[in-house]
Nanobody, 114 residues
Framework: QVQLVESGGGLVQAGGSLRLSCAAS????????MDWYRQAPGKQRELVAR???????NYLDSVQGRFTVSRDNAKNTMYLQMNSLKPEDTGVYYC????????WGQGTQVTVSS
């Protein structure tokens, strides 16, 4: 049974930092390209960061240089280090991967106050 569990969200002031975690089970984690998406109120879900099984990364332009995605294959866990947070980073952050169709975690709320 595939399970993705996000944690680490919260309320932070602009300029602050948060570290999100995504614990995966039921998959061969080390070979999977893993994604972080976010959804702000009233907006479509968007891809924020992606990390391949080999560790290659890609970022949404607006978070490039502020966010860092990483993974620990021994722990079946992916991370998103978010620095210099802005109010526009507010939203629900989801861990996800695709295997035939897209799997999602339950999400973790990130709120950045100005």
């Amino acid at each position: 049974q595939v399970q993705l569990v996000e944690s680490g969200g919260g309320l932070v002031q602009a300029g602050g930092s948060l570290r999100l975690s995504c614990a995966a089970s039921g998959i061969i984690f080390s070979i999977r390209t893993m994604d972080w998406y976010r959804q702000a109120p009233g907006k479509q879900r968007e891809l924020v960061a992606r990390i391949s099984g080999s560790g290659s990364t890609n970022y949404l332009d607006s978070v490039q240089g502020r966010f860092t995605v990483s993974r620990d294959n021994a722990k079946n866990t992916m991370y998103l280090q978010m620095n210099s947070l802005k109010p526009e980073d507010t939203g629900v952050y989801y861990c996800s991967f695709e295997r035939g169709f897209r799997f999602w975690g339950q999400g973790t709320q990130v709120t950045v106050s100005s």
